[in-house]
């Protein structure tokens, strides 16, 4: 089978999954084309115009336009930028209450809501924030977004969805509900998920990188995909800008967070202990609650972490026994007037006061 027929070939099958899923036939004359290669006058012609169609774009074929996310024009309605279409969805659900780690029209946070649109039109999206603001392209500035770009504030650690006039479509916090508000300070970061093939096939690769670790080839004729050098020169490369931001908001030692994320999961986001502590920063789903953060969110659980060693270090007066009361908890260290007897504890203190300033 030739280069354009196997392309042909794909697509029809993506067309017939479609169909299938709206309750319809694809019809005999798509399906044809999936194995003639005489018909290329009008129809996809390349591996580039191919990722067109997943990544949310449109491609003639005969007399019809077939929409990436949404199959034939039409069937769903669905047309405009990828994030349009993203925005388009998410905002159905205005109203759903916020719920931590939630993922459904049940209940979202904030990435959830962005990652469940996204499944909506066709695209993959990764499940936290951190993740999030790494996809599409960067955004000079809220003066340039556009709608459905996704804006990223707070350090990471909260993203939302732009819906033009300095204002964002978001699942903001326990106790509400997902609502658009206003932008309420300089995005950490603003990113398009765009329409060209080589920008979204690129895009949903580096969310995929940054999941699974993998690495492929971009849906393009002749260009490789290459994972990102931060990715793979050091495990703390994702999170390094937001342990900084985390320190220096919080009156840390420079190196500190990075040195506690490396002790506590060795950077594994998706880490989880026998105990029940969770992800990055190890937060117990009590203290987290207590922290107001979702612990499975990294840049969240930066900030948690900050927050809650600031504290520490200010009751304590010092940083081996905040960090004696991040591991044991601050009861123990007032029980003991100092770093427990605990091995566990008093090798913890020990391995990220060594660590401090050189965490990787």
């Given at each position: ?16 999954r479609?169909?299938?899923f709206?309750?319809?036939r ?69 109203g ?23 499944k ?39 993203i ?37 093939a ?70 594994d ?30 840049m ?61």
């Open positions: 089978m030739s280069g354009i027929a196997e392309v042909q070939a794909r697509i029809a099958d993506i067309e017939s479609i169909a299938a709206n309750g319809t694809a019809s005999t004359a798509l399906q044809a084309t999936a194995t003639t290669s005489a018909t290329s006058a009008s129809s996809v012609s390349s591996a580039t115009q191919f990722a067109d169609v997943l990544a949310g774009g449109t491609v003639t074929r005969g007399t019809r336009t077939v929409n990436a996310a949404w199959g034939a024009t039409g069937a769903a309605g669905a047309s405009g930028t990828t994030g349009e279409q993203l925005l388009a969805v998410a905002k159905k659900h205005t759903v209450p916020y719920v931590w780690g939630g993922t459904t029209p049940a209940g979202f946070d904030c990435s959830g809501l962005i990652q469940y649109a996204g909506q039109i066709g695209i993959s999206l990764p499940r936290t924030a951190a993740q999030q603001a790494k996809v599409g392209t960067e955004v000079p500035s809220l003066a340039q977004a556009k709608p459905g770009d996704l804006v990223v504030l707070e350090g990471g650690s909260h939302g969805i732009y819906v033009g006039d300095g204002k964002m479509l978001h699942a903001p916090k326990t106790g509400d509900v997902v609502k658009i508000s206003k932008v309420w300070e300089t995005p950490m970061t603003i990113r398009r998920l765009g329409t060209t080589a920008t979204t096939a690129a895009a949903g690769l580096a969310a995929a990188a940054l999941v699974t670790g993998t690495t492929g080839a971009a849906a393009t004729d002749s260009t490789a995909y290459v994972r990102p050098a931060s990715l793979t020169t050091s495990k703390s490369a994702p999170y390094d800008a937001a342990f900084t931001a985390a320190e220096g908001r919080y009156g840390l030692p420079t190196g500190l967070l990075s040195a506690v994320a490396k002790q506590e999961s060795g950077y986001p998706d880490a989880m202990s026998p105990a029940g502590a969770i992800g990055l920063m190890q937060f117990m789903p009590g203290t987290a609650r207590d922290v107001g953060i979702d612990p499975r969110d990294p969240q659980a930066i900030d948690g972490a900050g927050k809650l060693l600031a504290s520490h270090l200010k009751t304590f007066g010092s940083l081996e026994k905040a960090l004696a009361a991040y591991n044991a908890g601050p009861g123990n260290v007032r029980k003991y007037g100092g770093i427990p007897p605990f091995n566990e504890t008093q090798n913890y203190v020990k391995k990220i006061m060594a660590n401090l300033g050189s965490a990787a």
